[in-house]
Every structure is written in C-alpha cells, then in structure tokens.
C-alpha cells in the first residue's frame, strides 16, 4: 500500500517503521526533512531488538498525499488543523484520513470532508508507547497488544480495521461511535489532572529543585482528582443517552485501579513510563514550569476544553475539570469560563463542539449519526 504519514516525531516514526517492515511504501511528512537519516531505526523497549527501514520517502510537499491510499496524522491536536489543511487539496475522494490519537477534535476540523463522503477514522489511543532517541533516526517503542478505531463512514469502519492490522501488525477492533473515541480518558484528563497537581500550590514561576518525573513520581492527590475528572466524563457519557458509549472504558477498569492509592502504584510501576519528566525547563540552577509544551498547549484547549464544552451541551456539572480549567486559566492568561459557560473570548482558540456549531444533543446526533455502528 502507498502510505502518507504526517509527522515525524515519536508516534509518527515508529508507525513508519513498522509499516515499511510490513512491505508499506511509506512516506514521512515533515517540517524538517533535512534531519531524516537514509535508514530509521525502531528498538522494542521490552527486548532491546531493533527494527531498521531503508527507502521511506521524507518530504515536506502536501502533494505527496495524492499518491496515497491513507493518510495517518499523527502531529499535536493543535496543529492537526494547519496540516489537515495543507493535504486537503490534494486528497483523492478514494483516500482515508486517519488521526493517531482521534481525539482533540479532529472530526470537526474535518466536516467538509466527511459531509462530501470522505472516510475519517481515528484511533482511540496510540498504537505505540514511542519515545525519540534521534529525530529522524531512532525511536525505542512498545507496540500494544490492540487497537481501537471508529469510522465515518461507520461502513468503512471493518475494512480499515483489517488493513491497519495488516500494516502494524496488530489486532484492531471497532468503536460503537467516534464520539466514544472523542471521550476517550487519556491525555486530556491525565496529563491536566497531574499538572494541577503538581504546580497548583505554588505561584507558576517557582522554581523547583529538579525535573518532576511525571509517572514515577506520581501521588495519591493526582490520581484522586483524576478519578473525579473520570467520574465526570461518565457522567457526560450517560447523559447523552443517544449514543452507546459503553466503549469509553472507566479509568479504575483501564488501570485496574479500584482507588486512588492503587492507582498511584499502577502509574509508578509502569515500565515504558520511566524516564518521562514534566514539562519543565531548567532555569537559575533549578527548574521552572514550561507553558509552552503540548501539556499545556494541547491538553487543554485541544482536550479538556473539549470534554468541558460536551458537558455543557450535556448539562452535566463539572465542578472537578472547571477547578482545572480555572486555574490554567489564571496562569496562561486566557479566558474561556463567563459564569460558567464557556464563552470566553478564547474558546475560539480550542476545539470546543460549540465553536462548530453543536450546541445540542440533537447537533450532537445529526454529526456524529453516521459513525455510528
């Protein structure tokens, strides 16, 4: 199959790797294909065992999307939607979008495209636990077991499954819904619930004694407000009685994690967590919060905003994801919650379902209606 994948960093390369392992012509999409080696190399971080790939394509031209059967996103959320609209000229009517994860409102960015009756799926979470060793060189990755996906068209859902499982070699099954896919309880509520916790307690520029190390260092107080920010989001779930969303899978059964205190010994124990530091910089021989790291400009008005804007439509309380949203607020300078609505002159800066006009549960179904299995 020809494959076009944008973006080169962590996620991006390793699927790269493994696709072109699987017999894959692949070609990477890169803002910086000057720093792409002739042979990429992936190591298993259980075994050590190392992958190499010689002949995948780096470009920087959107062009090269017309020669492909898919295209697979896997930059930031908050760039997804520049990217997404540098390839959209040249997407053939026959070629799928793919988004790795699918989450930060990706579907909305891509409405024109799924109206016309393009295909669009994301998965539900990375295919890859991934970190760079050198960009553009070498990655060290763990491949899950499995993959969730869903699809608009929901028809075209089975036939991706089967040939994402062809290309990374790995199990794949369907969603009930994309929006079971938007609510998935990853990275918007888990990194937001630990930066609170965290850097809550102390002015924004203190200055810390070393880099935080952002799972094995991980406590009692991040795992008990991400908990409560879980427990909302199944609120939200159960409200929007339209949609089966059985498939968005509470965070104590994910982790296995009956409690908070169990929780935190799960996160810690984590081995492809190890080694991963908070989104700090050294600064005066110590440390300060970074506010420019995708933590912070993804996370939240590309994640929790998001989550925050369904409950809304929902009309379900979020008391524990406002506090969050309060206080990002309060340090980055922007304004998104008026007397609890979000309304603020910067929503306009996120991916919110209110800026595209769903407003309602109706809106709600009418979008989201044929992704539905």
Known sequence: MNITIVGGGNIGTAMAVQMAKNGAAVTIMTSKPSKFQPTLVMTDLDTDIQTAVSGVRITD???????????????????FPQSFAQIAPYLKKETAVG???????AEFFCRSFIEAGGTFFGFERVPFISRLI???AHVRAQKKASVRIAAFPASRASSLCAVIKELLSIDCTVMKNYLSIT????????????LYAMYANRPIDALYDHNILFYEEWDDASSELLFACDSELQSICRALSDFDLSGVIPLPVHYESKTPALLTQKIRSIRSFRGIGSPMKPADGGYRVDLSSRYFTEDFPFGLCIL????????????HMDKILSWYESIAGVHYLKDGILCGVDCKQTAIPQRFSLVSADDLYAFYQTSIV
Not at 70 to 79: G, H, K, L, M, Q
Not at 99 to 105: C, Q, S
Not at 309 to 316: L, P, S
């Open 61 to 79: 031209d959107p062009k090269i999307a017309a020669d492909a059967q898919i295209v697979f996103f896997t930059v930031p959320s908050s760039v």
């Open 308 to 319: 925050r804007g369904f409950g809304e439509i929902a009309g379900v309380k979020t008391p």
């Open 134 to 136: 050198e960009y553009g």
């Open 99 to 105: 988004v790795v994860p699918g989450t930060g409102g």
């Open 183 to 194: 609510f998935t309880p990853s990275n918007p509520i888990l990194h937001t619930s630990r």
